[in-house]
Nanobody
Framework: QVQLVESGGGLVQAGGSLRLSCAAS????????MGWFRQAPGKEREFVAA????????SYADSVKGRFTIPRDNVENTVHLQMNSLRPEDTAVYYC???????????????????????WGQGTQVTVSS
């Protein structure tokens, strides 16, 4: 069982930056591919970014490519979402999620589908003002 706790959300002006953090419990963090998803009001939850368990493979939604990065620290059991050049359309609740434990070669590339994620955090609100 993995518990995920997000932090770092808040209100920021367009063009600004925020760094979200996701702290994971348990001893298997380094074997879980991780992802960030977001849900804006009235919209379905969507994929934002993902990183394989080894940290060597990342994926990004086209809408955030070049602006967001997803570093992870397997010693500190954390994954972050560094968000730069924020836009009003980035306003959403952001969720951290973990796939089940994977062993090489499975899990080197994290999934972009929320159906593959079995553990979810409670979400953190990000609001970008224009």
């Amino acid at each position: 069982q993995v518990q995920l706790v997000e932090s770092g959300g808040g209100l920021v002006q367009a063009g600004g930056s925020l760094r979200l953090s996701c702290a994971a419990s348990g001893r298997t963090f380094s074997s879980h591919p991780m992802g960030w998803f977001r849900q804006a009001p009235g919209k379905e939850r969507e994929f934002v970014a993902a990183i394989g368990w080894g940290g060597g493979s990342t994926s990004y939604a086209d809408s955030v490519k070049g602006r967001f990065t997803i570093p992870r620290d397997n010693v500190e059991n954390t994954v972050h979402l560094q968000m730069n050049s924020l836009r009003p359309e980035d306003t959403a609740v952001y969720y951290c999620a973990a796939e089940s434990v994977k062993y090489y070669p499975s899990g080197w590339h994290a999934s972009t589908s929320e159906n593959e994620y079995v553990y979810w955090g409670q979400g953190t609100q990000v609001t970008v003002s224009s």
